[in-house]
């Protein structure tokens, strides 16, 4: 019985081992662990992803996130540059096809974080262009944790109304054919 019972906790003991390094991993190695936004600032979410990795929780038909995410929008004064449901003021509208940067959850994460010039010492250029061209604020370090920034994305893409296919940024060029 008590081989048995040390048998049965050596197994457990392996066991907890093994989903402690599971858990523990970083992104690094492409398998991302999983991820609490609650407890993440932003920066750190970015600073610890690769590029092209960043994809919003939630989606923009989640009644309760999209409320959420317009009061956080109004909380953290977004609304004060870019207007209250996010359709522009003194800096570009959030709700239309015109991407400067780029429309993935990604690129608009990256871009909120760091800011426009920290965007783009990361490497990221201009794509479209807007008539107000104001730099964006980093707000990495303003904005409490990553969960609130995924919520307000996700009343941001409920607003949208420009082409359906803009959604998310220029849809992928079709390939090229092949020649015969």
């Known amino acids: 019985m008590l081989r048995r019972v040390f048998?049965?906790?050596?197994?457990v003991s392996i066991a907890v081992a093994a989903a402690i390094g599971t858990v523990s991993?970083?992104?690094?190695?492409?398998?991302?662990?999983?991820?609490?936004?609650?407890?993440?600032s932003p920066l750190d979410l970015v600073?610890?992803?690769?590029?092209?990795?960043l994809v919003n929780p939630y989606k923009d038909t989640q009644e309760d996130i999209v409320a959420q995410g317009a009061?956080?929008?109004?909380?953290?004064?977004?609304?004060?540059?870019?207007?209250?449901?996010?359709?522009?003021?003194?800096?570009?509208?959030?709700?239309?096809?015109t991407w400067v940067y780029g429309g993935d959850d990604d690129t608009i994460f990256r871009l909120v974080t760091l800011g426009s010039d920290g965007l783009q010492k990361a490497g990221y250029m201009r794509k479209g262009?807007?008539?107000?061209?104001?730099?964006?604020?980093?707000?990495?370090?303003?904005i409490k944790?990553?969960?609130?920034?995924?919520?307000?994305?996700?009343?941001v893409r409920s607003k949208y109304n420009g082409d359906p296919a803009y959604k998310f940024g220029a849809p992928d060029a079709p390939p090229e054919p092949a020649n015969p």
Request: net charge neutral.
């Open 7 to 11: 048998m049965v906790s050596v197994m």
């Open 25 to 40: 991993r970083v992104w690094a190695d492409g398998d991302a662990a999983p991820v609490d936004y609650t407890t993440i």
């Open 47 to 53: 600073n610890k992803t690769p590029k092209g990795k």
């Open 71 to 97: 009061k956080l929008l109004q909380s953290y004064s977004c609304s004060g540059c870019h207007g209250g449901s996010g359709g522009g003021g003194m800096c570009p509208p959030l709700t239309n096809d």
């Open 129 to 142: 262009r807007e008539n107000v061209v104001g730099p964006m604020p980093p707000f990495g370090a303003i």
């Open 145 to 155: 944790n990553a969960d609130d920034l995924w919520k307000i994305f996700a009343f």
